[in-house]
Structures are given as structure tokens and as C-alpha cells.
């Protein structure tokens, strides 16, 4: 199946345009400093997608190459969620002025 972007919808030079660019960019950029990009050798990963889901991907990335589109989502499941840290760091400890209010 050979995907061809409609029309109306190719990419324009608008703020959500460059946002998601910048976006994919830095995800990118985080796993290649993380050496997740780096070295010459490359795994085959073969799966079967719905088309609305690959659709929405595509449109909501800026991404039309499948390959591209592959390697960023996975890049982005690599990245460490700095909120579960977080959690994981501090729980079970209340700031010095918390009260509970029962």
C-alpha cells in the first residue's frame, strides 16, 4: 500500500508545523545522546498497523516515512518518564508543611 498525501494536506509553515518539528527533533536528538541511535547496525521490525491508526501518526507527527515513523515512536517509549522518578523518588514523604485534613 503506497500512502500519497492529499492535497489539502501537505505541511505549511505554521506554528504547530514547527512546534511538532522541534518536538520530533529534541525526542530524537534525547536518544541519540542516549547512544539509542548510534552504530551502523540495524534490527528488521515488521508489524501490521489499522490504517486510522497510522493515519492519525503520520498527521499528528509530521512523519510520512513508515521507517521515520517507526523510529520515533520508538524512541519515544525509551524515554524515561520523569514523573514516575519523581514519584518514585519521594513517595511516602509530605513536604514539612503539609497537614492532612481529615
Do not use: Y
Amino acid at each position: 500500500m503506497t500512502w500519497r498525501r492529499r492535497p489539502e494536506a501537505r505541511r505549511r509553515n505554521t506554528p504547530v508545523a514547527a512546534t511538532r518539528r522541534s518536538a520530533r527533533a529534541a525526542v530524537l536528538e534525547e536518544a541519540r545522546q542516549a547512544g539509542l541511535l548510534s552504530g551502523d547496525k540495524t534490527e528488521h521490525v515488521s508489524f501490521r498497523a489499522p490504517p486510522a491508526l497510522l493515519e492519525a501518526a503520520r498527521r499528528e507527527s509530521g512523519v510520512s516515512s513508515p521507517t521515520e515513523l517507526g523510529i520515533l515512536a520508538l524512541a519515544m517509549l525509551a524515554r524515561p518518564d520523569p514523573v514516575s522518578e519523581f514519584m518514585k523518588r519521594t513517595r511516602g514523604r509530605l513536604g514539612p508543611d503539609h497537614t492532612l485534613d481529615c
